[in-house]
């Protein structure tokens, strides 16, 4: 069984606590603000770590590469919910992310590449 100290300080705005294993600080990689994560294997890691059932909310994907990246929440109306999430500079080009939410979410200055079909006239 694992101790407790073990485990990821942070508790969101709401009361949710995070139940990941902690790093060398008090948090766990993803609600981590000093660990880098703009590498690309970070795209494939969230993904999983969300099928998985981490915590997303207030998640540090400051600078991410996140192009392409898939968090449908399948089977389910509502998505994901990345609320307080610091996506600072995430590259989100061709992300998929139907109906997440991002309440409270620092949206600042993003990457991302809007694709629309217009027929046309």
Known sequence: ??????RCQYHDPDGLVCKSEANSSVFC???D???DKSDTAVKTALEAY???GGLVSSICLKRAALSGVYLV???HKAGHDL??????HADLTDAHMFNIKLDNASLMRQI????TSIAPA
């Open 1 to 6: 069984m694992s101790n407790i100290n073990n």
């Open 29 to 31: 990689y993803w609600h």
């Open 33 to 35: 603000k000093l660990i």
């Open 50 to 52: 969300i099928k998985n």
């Open 73 to 75: 929440n399948h089977h």
């Open 83 to 88: 609320s307080y999430a610091d996506l600072y």
């Open 112 to 115: 991302y590449e809007v694709q």
